[in-house]
């Protein structure tokens, strides 16, 4: 069976995308991590899990805990496919997914909300 590749449409799609991510990714906080488990890799691909099982299966995986500021929902939903990267990647992008950040205050990971400017 001959494989085929579309291509033009994709790129015409990202290069009216790309400024407008650019622009946006100027406004917004992104997660830096808080997680030191640069070394254990994840695969992931989940389709609307809740975003507390997510977390708690990465916590689990790199030893570390966390705790979900008030105004984070365990319950929302997270639809990510993620290959072979490390913990804190994984963790950093499901964050950025859903406007999150996170804090370290001592062994525990804070996360919460990005605050609105």
Partial sequence: MKKTWIVAPVVALLGTALPAMAENAASTTIPTSCV??????????????????????????????????????PDWKVTTRLNSVSISDAWD??????????SKRGNVILVSRIPKP
């Fill in 93 to 102: 992008a499901i964050l950025a997914s859903q406007g999150l950040t996170c």
């Fill in 36 to 73: 030191a488990a640069k070394g254990k890799i994840v695969t992931l691909e989940v389709k609307s899990a809740p975003l507390g099982t997510l977390l708690s299966m990465l916590a689990k995986k790199g030893a570390f805990s966390y705790v979900l500021d008030q105004g984070v929902n």
